[in-house]
Structures are given as C-alpha cells and as structure tokens.
C-alpha cells in the first residue's frame, strides 16, 4: 500500500484548509483509512477516520469542524479531510494512514500551521 498525501500549509485562525491522501495498493472494500496528527511534545491521535463503508469517527476537539470523506476509484482510493474554523490548537504534523488486513500503512507527513 502506498500513501501520497498532499495538503495542509499556513493558514489564520478561523481559515480552512483540506488535505488529500491517495492511496493505491490495498483491498480498499476492506480497509480503514484516517489522518492521525501530531502536535510537538504530544502523542500522536486519530483526529479522523472512515471505514470502507463510510462510517465516519472523529475526536471531539474536532467534530462540526473537520469532515473526513474518501473517493473510490479504480485500484485506488482518495480519502480527504477539510478543516474548517481552523485553531491554533489544530496546528500540528498530520499523517494519512491506512488500516488494511491487520497492517497499518503511513503516510508521510504533511505540516498544518495555525496562526492566531
């Protein structure tokens, strides 16, 4: 399985941004997809993630403000996530990952910065 995300960047408090992840390679009728981030001297956590049916999960700090989506296509998957009423707790390294038949895939990591 393969991970391109793309997205993310500098943007002011109350701003949006949107952040992309393809992925090729897996069973996606399977698989469980998500962004994880990372804040500096924090754990990394699941900010957002979408089952292969499309049931949606997301940790509180972020409901009504963040909305996880995936695309299927032919051999391939884009899972998208916009960010809305972006905070500057928000700011922090975010990762695609992928979930798929008990191996977990990463992708690499894309910096989201918000300014107050």
């Known amino acids: 399985v393969q991970l391109q995300a793309s997205g993310g960047g500098l943007v002011q408090a109350g701003g949006s941004l949107r952040l992309s992840c393809a992925a090729s390679?897996?069973?996606?009728?399977?698989?469980?997809m998500g962004w994880y981030r990372q804040a500096p001297g924090k754990e990394r956590e699941l900010a957002a993630g979408?089952?292969?049916?499309?049931?949606?999960?997301?940790i509180e700090s972020v409901k009504g403000r963040f909305t996880i989506s995936r695309l299927p296509a032919k051999n391939t998957v884009t899972v998208y996530l916009q960010m809305n009423s972006l905070k500057p707790e928000d700011t922090a390294v975010y990762y695609c990952?992928?979930?798929?038949?008990?191996?977990?895939?990463w992708g690499k990591g894309t910096q989201v910065t918000v300014s107050s």
């Open positions: 390679g897996s069973s996606f009728s399977t698989n469980y």
């Open positions: 990952h992928c979930a798929d038949h008990g191996m977990d895939y």
């Open positions: 979408i089952s292969s049916g499309g049931s949606t999960n997301y």
